[in-house]
Every structure is written in structure tokens, then in C-alpha cells.
């Protein structure tokens, strides 16, 4: 499979990861007016809980899935390609119920030990509880479409999945507002269980389809030896586990939030309802932005996996380094930017979205996470594809504990307070990042650390020319604006500098379908 399906795949999750964030960040936006920091704030102590027992039981399937099912079609083995996908979908839906139990059963242990500090987020945990069966057998379909590398059918389950869980989220939450804070939480966390249930019925549907396909190449193709369930168990488990603790690193760090948080602000004299505030701008203000911004970074990595997985299985080393090499530029490309475009517009976008500037310096300050956030994640996916599931494990285990130990120092000194949480995190994803650059070296693959610097510096001048201009249309016109006219200058500003500067040549903007499409169209080359 060429690096041309390869980075097509990588493009429609993106496209799909964008509307999944914006039809979410207008979301968080109308919940955000509608139950104010102290309402997000106890959403966001209950959600990061469901993320967390999510992550254990199946976060790493759809990865693991994907690598067994490309090489089993790299080998054009398809038969066992679909009995993997059999076997881990009956494994996850037991894994699913077992795992939903156990969040329901804690959620009380929860809340009287003072995990959860503030008890009224109770509500919102124990009406996630269903939602995690539904996840567990969404990451067996995904990761075997994803094996195959048709990213069409978990991209539009994504969609309609989160346009579903939103608008369950803002009705109930509307509804249940005149009988307290905590019932309106809850109504909002209830929002993933018809959510999961709509992308369940989405990705059976397209496996309908799809499935006559399958039948035919398994009836072409010549007999082999079937593994066994216990094989294939066995397997799947020596992927899953490193690369769903790898993927713990994000609600990990977001439980170590919740959990060190609100603690170290009460070190630092804040009381019980200034420090859910507080807690709010962080999570459920500033991260969502950040999580947005990364989800080019996201697809890639999801992409990039089964594509390094078949060109590893084959023995092509030169199809590996240059698929991650596409992919680490692309990335670059768009977290760079982005992350300075936050940290310089920080003000008129918490005063546009949110209705407030008091986020605005949070939002700042965690900028620099979206750059680093974002080449984790695509160098967890090389290493991935390469078969070294279990470095990205061993690193974020470091990360976590440089998380925990920076939070609590951070965060409870009153000079920094939140500030210090959103420096912690900074510090986290750049150092596990660092980490999974350096076992890329050692594995033979580069990163393009001087391409890194050229894009840095068309940043650079892209965030400045927008916060000036940000600064002088807000005075004159407002601030939406002002966010505007500053949005609009610095990608203008940002491609002028990227041609400049050389970050990018021809052949290089080629290789993105789209660019591709529109040169071939400009010198007459489209048929």
C-alpha cells in the first residue's frame, strides 16, 4: 500500500477528528455559559475516572488490532485477519461489561475516601459506568478497519458519535440545571452512552458492507493454519497492554489533575469552590483547545501505525523512514503553529469562546504542550508500527511521575496556582517526547530537528504579527474582531514565512493528497 493511501488515511481522521472537536468545542462553549467553571468543573473531576478505566481495558486494541490485521494483509493472509477480529471482538465485550461493574462499584469508595473532593460529582461517575461497554466494542471494530487501512468508516462512527453524545449533553444538561449543579453534570456525562451506542450502529454498518469484500479475497485466498484463540489472546495482550499504558498518558495525567489539583490550590489558600474554578479554566477550558489542536498530530499516528506496521512486516526500510518521515513534517507543520497561535491570541480566544478573560492565562501558558503533545504522539506511533510497543509504556511511566511530583510543587505555591498545574504539563509532554525521539534514533529512524527550527521560526513570526494585530483591531472594534483579523494575519503571515523560509518544498506539498490535487489542477496535469 503506497505512502499515498497512507497519508489519504491520515487526512480523512483528520478531517473527521476536526469536526469531532469542533462539534465538541461548541460543547464545551454552551456548557461552559451554561453551568460556568464551578459546572465544568465537577464534569471534568468524574470524566477523567471514566477516561482512565476506559484507557485500562481497551485504549490499546484499536492499535493492537491494527498492527495483527496489516500484516496479516500484508501476507494476504485475510482469514486471519478476520478471526483476529472475532476473537477480540468477544474478548472486549466481556473485558467491557467486567470493567463497567467495577467503575459503578468504585464510584462511592470514589468519593467517601476524597479521591473526588468534592462529593457531587458522584452523579456524573456513576451514569459514565455504561459508556465504557459500548467503547470497548467500538476499539475492536476500529482497529480492524484501521488494520486495513480504511479510515472512511472510523471516521464517520467518530462524527455522528460525538454529534449524538452533544446533543444529549446539552439537553439534559438544560433540563436538569433548575435541580442543582450536580444533577446538570450528571445529565452531561450521560451524553457518552447514546453517543457510543449511535458509532457502535455506524461501524456496523459499514462492516456490512464491507463484509462481501472480505468473504471473496478469504475464499481466493489458499488454505493456512488458523490460530488459536489462546494465540491470538496471548498476542493481542503482549500489544494492548504496552500501548494502552502508553495511551494513559493523557487521562492519566488529566486523574492526576483531578486528583493533586484542587489539593495543591488548597495548599495554596484557595477554598473548595475557588479551586473547582480554577480547576475548570485548566480542564475544561484551556485543555479542550489543546486537544483540538493536536489532532492532526492524532490521525498521523493512528495512520502511520498499520502503514510502518506492513512496510516492518515486509522488510522495507525505506518505506518506513519515509512514511515517518511525512509524517513527523506534517505534524510539525501544524502543532508548531499552532501552539504559538494559542499562546499569542490567548486573550480574545478565552474572551470569544468562553465569555470570559479570566482563562485566558491558562490558556497561554499551556500552549507549549500542543507542539510537544503532538510529536509524542506520532513518534509513539512510529515506534509502534516498528513493533517497539513497550518503550512508549516505559516513558510514560516517567512522564506520570514528573507530572505528579511538578503538579504538586507547582501548583501549591501561591504565586503560581493553576499556572503551575498548566507548567507541569509542559514539562510532562516535552520530556516524554525527548525520550521517544532519542529510541527513534537508536532504531535508525531521524527526526528533522533542523526543519523543526525553520518551521519554529515562520511560527515565531506569525505569532507576533497576529498578537499585534489582535491587540490593535480589539482596541478599535472588539474583540471578536480582534480574534479574527488576528486568526486571519497569522495564517497569512505563517504560509509567506513557510515558503520563505523553505520549510516545505514542492515535491515534499505533493505527497498531501489535497496540495497534490490542487497543483495537478493549476499545471493542467488533472484528468
Known amino acids: 500500500m503506497g505512502k499515498d493511501k497512507f497519508l489519504r488515511g491520515a487526512l480523512i481522521l483528520t478531517v473527521a477528528g476536526l469536526m469531532v472537536k469542533v462539534i465538541g468545542s461548541v460543547n464545551r462553549i454552551l456548557l461552559s455559559r451554561l453551568l460556568g467553571g464551578e459546572g465544568i468543573g465537577l464534569y471534568q473531576m468524574a470524566y477523567p475516572f471514566y477516561l482512565l478505566m476506559l484507557s485500562i481495558c481497551s ?13 496479516k494483509v500484508a501476507k494476504d493472509d485475510y482469514a ?26 468504585s464510584a462511592g469508595l470514589l468519593v467517601n475516601s476524597g479521591w473526588i473532593r468534592d462529593s457531587r460529582a458522584y452523579y456524573a461517575l456513576v451514569v459514565l459506568t455504561p459508556a465504557v461497554f459500548f467503547s470497548s466494542i467500538l476499539a475492536s471494530f476500529r482497529g480492524y478497519f484501521q488494520g486495513y487501512q480504511m479510515m472512511t468508516a472510523p471516521a464517520v462512527s467518530q462524527i455522528l458519535e460525538q454529534l449524538i453524545r452533544v446533543m444529549t449533553m446539552i439537553g439534559l444538561a438544560y ?25 457502535l450502529l455506524v461501524l456496523s454498518w459499514f462492516y456490512g458492507r464491507a463484509r462481501k469484500q472480505w468473504k471473496e479475497k478469504i475464499d481466493r485466498q489458499t488454505a493456512t493454519e488458523e490460530d488459536s484463540i489462546r494465540v491470538i489472546a496471548k498476542r493481542l495482550f503482549l500489544l494492548a497492554v504496552p500501548v494502552s499504558c502508553a495511551n494513559l498518558l493523557i487521562p492519566v495525567t488529566s486523574s492526576i489533575d483531578m ?45 502511520l501505525v498499520p502503514a510502518v506496521s506492513e512496510a516492518f512486516t515486509l522488510h522495507r526500510s525505506e518505506d518506513i523512514l519515509r512514511k515517518t518521515a511525512s509524517a513527523f513534517k506534517i505534524c510539525m507543520l501544524v502543532v508548531v503553529p499552532a501552539s504559538v497561535g494559542m499562546w499569542s491570541l490567548a486573550a480574545p480566544i478565552s474572551g470569544t469562546l468562553y465569555g470570559t478573560m479570566r482563562a485566558a492565562e491558562v490558556i497561554a501558558n499551556l500552549a507549549p504542550s500542543i507542539a510537544f503533545l503532538g510529536i509524542f504522539q506520532v513518534t509513539t506511533g512510529a515506534l509502534q508500527g516498528i513493533g517497539k510497543t513497550s518503550i512508549p509504556m516505559w516513558n510514560m511511566l516517567f512522564g506520570v511521575a514528573l507530572k505528579a511530583f511538578a503538579v504538586w510543587q507547582l501548583a501549591s505555591m501561591a504565586s503560581f496556582h493553576i499556572l503551575g498545574a498548566a507548567w507541569a504539563s509542559n514539562l510532562n509532554f516535552a520530556a516524554v517526547a525527548a525520550v521517544n525521539i532519542f529510541f527513534l534514533y537508536r532504531n535508525g529512524i531521524s527526526f528533522p530537528v533542523k526543519d523543526c527550527l525553520k518551521i519554529l521560526a515562520a511560527s515565531g513570526c506569525m505569532g507576533a504579527a497576529g498578537k499585534m494585530t489582535a491587540a490593535l483591531v480589539t482596541g478599535k472594534a472588539g474583540i471578536v474582531a480582534g480574534l479574527a483579523a488576528g486568526m486571519a494575519v497569522s495564517v497569512l503571515v505563517y504560509g ?32
Open 59 to 71: 485504549a490499546g486494541v484499536p492499535v493492537a488490532v491494527s498492527i495483527i490485521v496489516a500484516e
Open 175 to 199: 433540563f436538569l440545571l433548575p435541580y442543582g449543579l450536580e444533577y446538570a453534570a450528571a445529565g452531561a456525562a450521560f451524553g457518552a452512552i447514546p453517543g457510543g451506542l449511535a458509532g
Open 80 to 105: 486471519q485477519a478476520h478471526r483476529v477480529f472475532k476473537v477480540t471482538l468477544g474478548l472486549m465485550a466481556a473485558f467491557g461489561l467486567v470493567f463497567s461493574l467495577v467503575l459503578y462499584g
Open 496 to 527: 509567506a514565512a513557510v515558503m520563505v523560509l523553505g520549510c516545505i518544498n514542492r515535491e515534499e506539498a505533493g505527497q498531501i493528497p489535497l496540495i497534490r490535487k490542487i497543483i495537478r489542477r493549476c499545471t493542467g496535469k488533472e484528468k
Open 259 to 303: 486528583l493533586l489539583v484542587p489539593n495543591a490550590l488548597g495548599r495554596a489558600g484557595f477554598g473548595v469552590e475557588a479551586a473547582t474554578t480554577l480547576f475548570g479554566y485548566l480542564t475544561g477550558m484551556a485543555q479542550p483547545l489543546m486537544m483540538m489542536a493536536i489532532i492532526p498530530a492524532t490521525s498521523l499516528a493512528a495512520s
